[in-house]
């Protein structure tokens, strides 16, 4: 029932946030074309929200997603233009995704340097190789179905939203069971809430960690397809600071930076809400500035909500 | 209880270690059966926590035997002495708040189904381990974060009982509890008891071994001294062999007179401790405070410095105080700054025109301190972490003094510190005290409080005793008064 309560700040911030818009009634916004829109914007920072949401629940924080989604994006891109199929182009994403994510974890256990500083530096390598590989160009690349994934015309119909959309759905859900009941994902909090209690208890405290980054890894490469789907190019200079507002999400949604405390769908309604005002501002011409104004407040507030509710229940 | 006729469950022969020059263990015989607690105590620094240490497989003995159901016992670590059936409960607990109390029990054993935590099963086992230790009441889906420190407790006994539990070693369990917590607890070991568990339970609370303990064992100065039935040894005669020797340490001292009031306590009570401590200090005074780790001492000084938060009663204070802290390595000094930076910290503007530092002015102020106090250093601009213990203290002291305080609140002020530069610290608290500085001393050191200060008194559970001459007092009614509450 906790857990029920914690959910509660960030469902209301949505709300309030939706509610609003309604109320100031931009042309459309209400629409179900709309919607749709609102949610496939949603698709990348989610899908990156749910692998930060492991990171950050272990204590640990990844930097590099952003640069990781572009590298990604430049090799389902380059992938494509060998002419192999567009299968293969995803599962290569996703595997240079996830490779990036596991060394970022092996150089944490291994060299005990702190996750900020080896994600720093990962931001750094997975930009500049990606800039390498495209030669510093976009990546223009033949038509498929990857560009489906997160088109608005959806087909069939029926299926009402974009494949992207419901991919962030059921990954969310699998993960959320992931995260909650099996024993990977109590190891994980665990970590995060005493690492040297986990460690005590026989924990492989090592291995854990270095499987939580490799799965956060693994979502950036799939935020990364999305992202290449999104333009139908390989871009080695999109999703530049993307990975703040992935942490935001997932701070909003009631992840804590101390580790042990989060939650995917917390972090899945945090990834909307922001989605949200940006959609609402842009309808109702608010320039640029004020939305970002608006979400440096919700972030700051959302945690200092969460500190406030902690000192009640002390 | 009479020892059953087996091997004993654990035992322990001529076990020794030592930290580089200092004899941490000299030579403990230890042993204890199954269905028996036996209560381990010693003064402060005796050597039980290296002890424990070594049983949880945390370091390693230089020498001596260790045997766990007659065979021979090495823990490579605590997760191998976990595994033979050895568990430890530290006075430091150790659950991860944010999970339920059913996921910390089974931490790293879950019972698993499908890759997925069994939830039934876990349910299960944790259920029976929390009833067989009396608290059924406690469900096993709670957050441990919601739970208080004695639930906290059963949570990690509840952990050591679902593994094969053949010893089960309690460091000073009730430190952190009430006395309601304290009697359940006791309940619960009575229970481990009675399902032939053999427990250690390490204590400075005599009249708690007495009501929990079958045997005791004594130690003293790294050496087993004593051992025996519970049942028909007077508390008198345990505390003799705990302290069991006289005055070995010179103390010098500066003749110096009480003055005007300095300080003045009116049963001040913090948010958790102190819970009342009244007391006067004098300038040129040196006013000790003795009493057990965890009594209280240590909350009073900062509650007095104003780092802890006060709940009730008043503090008055002519002039300014300073603290030293008990903690040298993590609050007291910036290690990897210079002595002179460490020095003036906090009072820079002595050594500073318009905000900006003088290197000439820092340079002679702390060339002033380094003489004054015999620091060893190679200049003012060393790191403080390059110097030894004693002279590491010398520079926190040395800051009290660049700013000028009047009241001196020592935490353990010559904890770490070698024989010389203790000598040389006790020398200089007399001149300071002769000069008119108003000194409150916190030591677990009971030659060190009777050698140095005028006055004693004693701390036991938060409530602090009325101060007395140190002359009235010896180490045997200070340690009394400390376990007991009771002035002899």
Redesign the interface.
Known sequence: M?RGLKLLGPFLGLLVVVLFFAAVGPPGFTSFANFKTIATQTVIVGLGAIGMTFVIVSAGIDLSVGSVIALVSVVVALVLNASLSPLLALLAGVAVGTLVGLVTGLLIVKLRVVPFIVTLGMLGIARGVAKWLSGQQKVNAPESWLGGLMSKTVEPAWTLLPPGVWLLLGLGALMA?VLR???FG??V??L???E???R????AVGRTKAAVYALGGLFAGLAGVMQFGRLGIGDPTAAIGLELNIIAAVVIGGGSLA???GSILGSLIGAFLMTTLANGCDLTDVPTYVQEILIGTIIVAAVALDRFRHRC?A | MDPAPTPPALRMRAVRKAFGAVQALSGVDFEVHAGEVHALIGENGAGKSTLMKILAGAMAPDDGELELDGAPYRPAGPQDALARGVSMIYQELNLASDLSIERNVLLGREPRRFGLADQRAMRAQVTQALAALGHAELHPGRLVAALGPGERQVVEIARALVGDLKVLVLDEPTSSLTRDDAARLFAVVRRLRDRGVAVIYISHFLEEVAAVADRYTVLRDGQSVASGPVAGTAPATMVAQMAGRALEEFFPRVPHQAGAVALELKALAGARLPRAASLELRRGEILGIAGLVGAGRTEMLRAIQGLDPVRGGAIRCSGRTGLLSEDRKGEGLALPLSIAVNTTLGRMQTVSRRGFVVPRLLREKTAHWIERLGIRAAGPFQPVADLSGGNQQKVALARLLHHDVDVLLLDEPTRGVDVGSKVEIYLLLGELAAQGKAILMVSSYLPELLGVCDRIAVMHRGALGPARPAAEWSEHSLLQAATSGEAA
């Not at chain 1, 005590?200 to 924990?203: I, M």
């Open positions: 906790k069971l009941r099996s024993v109590i190891h909090t665990a995060g809430s005493n040297d209690t986990a005590l208890c026989g924990v580790g042990g405390q229940e």
